[in-house]
Protein backbone atom coordinates (compact mmCIF):
# COMPACT_ATOMS: atom_id res chain seq x y z
CA UNK A 1 0.00 0.00 0.00
CA UNK A 2 1.55 3.39 -1.30
CA UNK A 3 1.64 5.90 1.71
CA UNK A 4 1.77 9.58 1.22
CA UNK A 5 2.20 11.56 4.84
CA UNK A 6 1.93 15.04 5.65
CA UNK A 7 1.34 16.77 9.13
CA UNK A 8 -2.77 17.86 9.43
CA UNK A 9 -1.99 20.74 10.96
CA UNK A 10 -3.14 23.60 11.25
CA UNK A 11 -0.11 25.62 10.48
CA UNK A 12 -0.11 29.31 10.98
CA UNK A 13 2.22 31.66 9.96
CA UNK A 14 1.97 35.30 10.14
CA UNK A 15 1.61 37.50 7.23
CA UNK A 16 4.79 38.34 4.94
CA UNK A 17 6.30 34.81 6.70
CA UNK A 18 7.90 31.62 4.79
CA UNK A 19 5.18 28.60 5.20
CA UNK A 20 6.96 25.31 5.17
CA UNK A 21 4.79 22.28 4.04
CA UNK A 22 6.18 18.57 4.59
CA UNK A 23 5.38 15.23 2.75
CA UNK A 24 7.31 12.05 2.54
CA UNK A 25 5.99 8.83 0.80
CA UNK A 26 6.75 5.28 1.02
CA UNK A 27 7.49 4.22 -2.77
CA UNK A 28 11.21 4.53 -3.27
CA UNK A 29 10.35 4.23 -7.38
CA UNK A 30 8.08 7.53 -7.51
CA UNK A 31 9.57 10.01 -10.04
CA UNK A 32 6.81 12.34 -10.25
CA UNK A 33 5.38 14.74 -6.95
CA UNK A 34 2.74 17.23 -7.10
CA UNK A 35 1.05 19.89 -4.70
CA UNK A 36 -2.56 21.10 -4.78
CA UNK A 37 -4.30 23.96 -3.18
CA UNK A 38 -7.78 23.48 -1.99
CA UNK A 39 -10.03 25.89 -0.61
CA UNK A 40 -12.84 25.28 1.84
CA UNK A 41 -15.55 23.99 -0.73
CA UNK A 42 -13.81 24.29 -3.76
CA UNK A 43 -12.09 21.33 -5.37
CA UNK A 44 -8.04 20.93 -5.69
CA UNK A 45 -6.05 22.91 -7.86
CA UNK A 46 -2.51 22.15 -9.35
CA UNK A 47 0.23 24.66 -8.03
CA UNK A 48 3.22 22.94 -8.57
CA UNK A 49 5.21 19.98 -9.69
CA UNK A 50 8.41 18.26 -9.42
CA UNK A 51 9.99 15.73 -11.25
CA UNK A 52 14.22 15.77 -9.86
CA UNK A 53 15.79 16.10 -7.36
CA UNK A 54 16.73 19.61 -5.97
CA UNK A 55 14.64 23.21 -5.77
CA UNK A 56 11.90 24.05 -8.50
CA UNK A 57 10.49 27.95 -8.49
CA UNK A 58 7.29 29.29 -9.68
CA UNK A 59 6.98 33.23 -8.16
CA UNK A 60 6.25 32.57 -4.15
CA UNK A 61 6.24 28.75 -4.64
CA UNK A 62 9.04 26.81 -4.21
CA UNK A 63 9.14 23.16 -4.17
CA UNK A 64 12.21 20.86 -2.86
CA UNK A 65 12.52 16.97 -3.30
CA UNK A 66 14.93 14.63 -2.08
CA UNK A 67 14.15 11.19 -3.83
CA UNK A 68 16.90 9.55 -1.20
CA UNK A 69 15.24 10.68 1.69
CA UNK A 70 11.43 10.28 0.12
CA UNK A 71 10.81 13.34 0.99
CA UNK A 72 9.08 16.98 -1.04
CA UNK A 73 8.27 20.07 0.66
CA UNK A 74 6.74 23.44 -0.63
CA UNK A 75 7.52 26.68 0.83
CA UNK A 76 5.53 29.49 0.30
CA UNK A 77 7.37 33.10 0.73
CA UNK A 78 5.78 36.53 1.47
CA UNK A 79 2.67 34.38 3.30
CA UNK A 80 -0.66 35.99 2.24
CA UNK A 81 -3.90 35.70 4.01
CA UNK A 82 -5.29 34.18 0.52
CA UNK A 83 -2.95 31.39 0.76
CA UNK A 84 -4.84 29.95 3.56
CA UNK A 85 -5.75 26.67 2.54
CA UNK A 86 -5.17 22.99 2.71
CA UNK A 87 -1.87 21.53 1.06
CA UNK A 88 -2.30 18.42 -0.76
CA UNK A 89 1.20 16.58 -2.14
CA UNK A 90 0.16 13.84 -4.23
CA UNK A 91 2.56 10.79 -5.45
CA UNK A 92 2.53 9.49 -9.13
CA UNK A 93 2.24 6.04 -9.63
CA UNK A 94 3.04 5.17 -13.21
CA UNK A 95 2.62 1.75 -13.35
CA UNK A 96 0.50 -0.27 -14.98
CA UNK A 97 0.09 1.98 -18.09
CA UNK A 98 -2.08 4.13 -15.59
CA UNK A 99 -1.07 7.41 -14.14
CA UNK A 100 -2.90 7.23 -10.29
CA UNK A 101 -2.01 9.84 -7.87
CA UNK A 102 -1.33 9.24 -4.30
CA UNK A 103 -3.03 11.85 -2.36
CA UNK A 104 -1.92 12.53 1.54
CA UNK A 105 -4.58 14.23 4.24
CA UNK A 106 -3.51 17.40 3.83
CA UNK A 107 -1.71 20.24 5.15
CA UNK A 108 -4.53 22.98 6.78
CA UNK A 109 -2.45 26.54 6.53
CA UNK A 110 -3.93 29.39 8.09
CA UNK A 111 -1.82 33.15 7.34
CA UNK A 112 -2.76 35.55 9.89
CA UNK A 113 -3.01 39.16 9.29
CA UNK B 1 -13.88 27.92 -15.35
CA UNK B 2 -11.91 24.57 -15.28
CA UNK B 3 -11.29 22.33 -18.49
CA UNK B 4 -13.40 19.52 -16.55
CA UNK B 5 -17.08 19.84 -16.38
CA UNK B 6 -19.02 18.18 -13.02
CA UNK B 7 -23.02 17.94 -13.06
CA UNK B 8 -24.65 18.49 -10.63
CA UNK B 9 -23.10 20.69 -8.29
CA UNK B 10 -24.88 19.49 -5.42
CA UNK B 11 -27.18 16.20 -5.16
CA UNK B 12 -29.60 14.70 -2.33
CA UNK B 13 -30.91 11.27 -2.89
CA UNK B 14 -32.78 8.87 -0.60
CA UNK B 15 -31.08 5.52 -0.16
CA UNK B 16 -33.68 4.00 -2.67
CA UNK B 17 -32.95 6.30 -5.26
CA UNK B 18 -30.66 5.94 -8.67
CA UNK B 19 -28.82 8.70 -9.73
CA UNK B 20 -25.97 9.34 -12.24
CA UNK B 21 -23.06 12.54 -11.89
CA UNK B 22 -21.41 13.05 -15.34
CA UNK B 23 -18.16 14.63 -15.92
CA UNK B 24 -16.81 16.25 -19.43
CA UNK B 25 -13.09 17.17 -20.00
CA UNK B 26 -12.29 19.74 -22.62
CA UNK B 27 -8.61 19.55 -22.77
CA UNK B 28 -7.57 16.55 -24.69
CA UNK B 29 -6.48 14.16 -21.70
CA UNK B 30 -6.30 9.98 -22.01
CA UNK B 31 -7.44 9.41 -18.59
CA UNK B 32 -9.91 10.04 -16.34
CA UNK B 33 -10.55 9.48 -13.01
CA UNK B 34 -13.52 9.72 -10.46
CA UNK B 35 -12.02 10.48 -6.24
CA UNK B 36 -14.10 10.48 -2.84
CA UNK B 37 -13.34 12.89 -0.48
CA UNK B 38 -14.71 12.35 3.03
CA UNK B 39 -13.74 14.69 5.88
CA UNK B 40 -10.65 14.12 7.70
CA UNK B 41 -9.67 11.34 4.85
CA UNK B 42 -7.21 11.78 1.93
CA UNK B 43 -8.40 11.52 -1.35
CA UNK B 44 -10.02 7.93 -2.25
CA UNK B 45 -9.39 6.83 -6.14
CA UNK B 46 -12.47 5.15 -6.62
CA UNK B 47 -12.19 4.45 -10.80
CA UNK B 48 -9.36 4.93 -13.77
CA UNK B 49 -10.46 4.92 -17.12
CA UNK B 50 -6.98 4.72 -19.16
CA UNK B 51 -7.56 5.06 -23.15
CA UNK B 52 -11.29 4.23 -22.22
CA UNK B 53 -10.45 0.89 -20.58
CA UNK B 54 -11.30 0.36 -16.98
CA UNK B 55 -8.84 0.15 -14.38
CA UNK B 56 -10.60 -1.53 -11.55
CA UNK B 57 -10.63 -0.96 -7.92
CA UNK B 58 -11.54 -3.36 -5.92
CA UNK B 59 -12.59 -2.08 -2.73
CA UNK B 60 -15.39 0.53 -4.63
CA UNK B 61 -19.33 -0.68 -3.32
CA UNK B 62 -20.43 -2.56 -6.84
CA UNK B 63 -23.68 0.21 -5.66
CA UNK B 64 -21.14 2.95 -7.48
CA UNK B 65 -20.82 2.03 -11.40
CA UNK B 66 -18.80 4.02 -13.72
CA UNK B 67 -19.21 4.26 -17.43
CA UNK B 68 -16.96 5.94 -20.08
CA UNK B 69 -18.58 5.96 -23.24
CA UNK B 70 -15.46 8.55 -24.58
CA UNK B 71 -12.10 9.92 -23.84
CA UNK B 72 -14.04 12.92 -22.94
CA UNK B 73 -17.23 11.69 -20.88
CA UNK B 74 -17.44 9.79 -17.74
CA UNK B 75 -20.56 8.69 -15.33
CA UNK B 76 -20.87 7.69 -12.09
CA UNK B 77 -24.43 5.63 -11.70
CA UNK B 78 -25.16 5.61 -7.98
CA UNK B 79 -27.86 3.51 -6.76
CA UNK B 80 -28.75 2.08 -3.32
CA UNK B 81 -26.49 4.29 -1.35
CA UNK B 82 -25.80 4.64 2.34
CA UNK B 83 -25.46 7.60 3.99
CA UNK B 84 -21.77 6.78 4.86
CA UNK B 85 -21.33 7.43 0.94
CA UNK B 86 -22.32 11.20 1.81
CA UNK B 87 -19.13 12.69 0.39
CA UNK B 88 -18.02 14.71 -2.46
CA UNK B 89 -17.44 13.24 -5.54
CA UNK B 90 -14.50 14.90 -7.75
CA UNK B 91 -13.66 13.77 -11.18
CA UNK B 92 -10.59 14.59 -12.85
CA UNK B 93 -8.36 13.83 -16.10
CA UNK B 94 -4.70 14.01 -16.92
CA UNK B 95 -2.30 13.30 -19.81
CA UNK B 96 0.62 11.01 -18.73
CA UNK B 97 2.55 12.40 -15.91
CA UNK B 98 1.21 16.06 -16.03
CA UNK B 99 -0.90 16.08 -13.07
CA UNK B 100 -4.73 16.07 -12.65
CA UNK B 101 -7.21 18.75 -13.62
CA UNK B 102 -10.00 18.38 -11.33
CA UNK B 103 -13.67 19.56 -11.94
CA UNK B 104 -15.34 21.41 -9.32
CA UNK B 105 -17.12 18.09 -7.55
CA UNK B 106 -20.74 16.98 -6.34
CA UNK B 107 -21.43 17.33 -2.70
CA UNK B 108 -23.74 14.15 -2.32
CA UNK B 109 -25.82 13.63 0.43
CA UNK B 110 -27.60 10.48 0.91
CA UNK B 111 -30.59 10.82 3.32
Known amino acids: QKEVEQNSGPLSVPEGAIASLNCTYS??????FFWYRQYSGKSPELIMSIYSNGDKEDGRFTAQLNKASQYVSLLIRDSQPSDSATYLC?????????????FGKGTKLSVIP | ETGVTQTPRHLVMGMTNKKSLKCEQH?????MYWYKQSAKKPLELMFVYSLEERVENNSVPSRFSPECPNSSHLFLHLHTLQPEDSALYLCASSQRNYGYTFGSGTRLTVV
Open chain 2, 27 to 31: LGHNA
Open chain 1, 27 to 32: DRVSQS
Open chain 1, 90 to 102: AVLDSGAGSYQLT
